[in-house]
T-cell receptor, first 117, second 113 residues
């Protein structure tokens, strides 16, 4: 089946630094990928839609300059958390849809645990 | 815009008993509905989906869900719970006119031995 990978799986960084998280579709191409953030006590929030060849579409309330998204190729999207602060600590999950037509399958990455100290 | 509600933060069920995890949704078009399970510090695992056809959908690990259009619900069920079913369960919806999948807040399922 289709696989989506994320790297790194865990990262610890100091406050004020930037962290890049990669999301890759391993055996299919994805013109669109989605980034989610999972807060403590579970709620999963859609942050943005990553679009290959164009700007990402951010959900309301998500800071574009804080969470930089780049969809570099048909198999790679990156999320960069800039000037990270402890409140950015969270579990970040990406997903990628596969296949043409509607509806298509969505495949989720294993997630990246970010801890900002 | 679509939305999903999971009214229960936690559900406790004795092993061997039937379980139900509730989900209601709101979309402007036709709904595509999904259930996912998450184990600690892991990504999401797909359980089942409703796109069209039979209202009763069967999925992985013996789970099933029933699509009820009049009640806008998609409750997850299993006839006999296992301790290993203990996890965090997410209901999700996609509007037929949109690419995005929106998740409910999740329900933690505890199966008691």
């Amino acid at each position: 089946g289709a696989v989506v990978s994320q790297h790194p799986s865990r990262v610890i960084c100091k406050s004020g630094t930037s962290v890049k998280i990669e999301c890759r579709s391993l055996d299919f191409q994805a013109t669109t990928m989605f980034w989610y953030r999972q807060f403590p006590k579970k709620s999963l929030m859609l942050m943005a839609t990553s679009n290959e060849g164009s700007k990402a579409t951010y959900e309301q309330g998500v800071e574009k300059d804080k969470f930089l998204i780049n969809h570099a190729s048909l198999t790679l999207s990156t999320l960069t958390v800039t000037s990270a602060h402890p409140e950015d600590s969270s579990f970040y999950i990406c997903s990628a849809p596969r296949g043409g037509g509607v509806p298509y399958e969505q495949y989720f990455g294993p997630g990246t645990r970010l801890t900002v100290t | 815009a679509q939305s999903v509600a999971q009214p229960e933060d936690q559900v406790n069920v004795a092993e061997g008993n039937p379980l139900t995890v509730k989900c209601t949704y709101s979309v402007s078009g036709n709904p595509y509905l999904f259930w996912y399970v998450q184990y600690p510090n892991r990504g999401l695992q797909f359980l089942l989906k409703y796109i069209t056809g039979d209202n009763l959908v069967k999925g992985s690990y013996g789970f099933e869900a029933e699509f009820n259009k009049s009640q806008t619900s998609f409750h997850l069920k299993k006839p006999s719970a296992l301790v290993s079913d203990s996890a965090l369960y997410f209901c999700a919806v996609r509007d037929s006119g949109d690419d995005k999948i929106i998740f409910g807040k999740g329900t933690r399922l505890h199966i008691l031995p």
